[in-house]
């Protein structure tokens, strides 16, 4: 069974940063291309930042360009986000997501195309 937990949300103050984890199992990841997306209330979920299991191919939502950064932890099975200088329009809920890919570079696709979900942990950033 495939599962993807993340962890590390929480409540910050504006300027101020997080890590995000994504915690993989239950099949090989090394053909998936792994994402982190957001919902804020009222708005439609967009894609924060993407990467292939190799990490050699990141895609970022220019808004967090400079700010965010993803990464993998191949030995852990785990996608981390770091966020600095988070500001008060990066609250959301944030996801994780898995899509099959076995190709070099992140597919630009929208979320409804991965194959697998976490459950989402809540970001609140304080002004």
């Known amino acids: 069974q495939v599962q993807l937990v993340e962890s590390g949300g929480g409540l910050v103050q504006a300027g101020g940063s997080l890590r995000l984890s994504c915690a993989a199992s239950?099949?090989?990841?090394?053909?998936?291309?792994m994402g982190w997306f957001r919902q804020a209330p009222g708005k439609e979920r967009e894609t924060v930042a993407t990467?292939?299991?190799?990490?050699?191919?990141?895609y970022y939502l220019d808004s967090v360009k400079g700010r965010f950064t993803i990464s993998g932890d191949n030995a852990k099975n785990m996608i981390v986000l770091q966020m600095n200088s988070l500001k008060p329009e990066d609250t959301a809920v944030y996801y994780c997501?898995?899509?099959?890919?076995?190709?070099?570079?992140?597919?630009?696709?929208?979320?409804?195309?991965?194959?697998?979900w976490g459950q989402g942990t809540q970001v609140t950033v304080s002004s």
């Open positions: 997501a898995a899509k099959y890919n076995r190709g070099r570079s992140v597919l630009r696709i929208p979320g409804v195309e991965y194959n697998y």
């Open positions: 239950g099949r090989t990841f090394s053909s998936y291309q």
């Open positions: 990467i292939t299991w190799t990490g050699n191919s990141t």
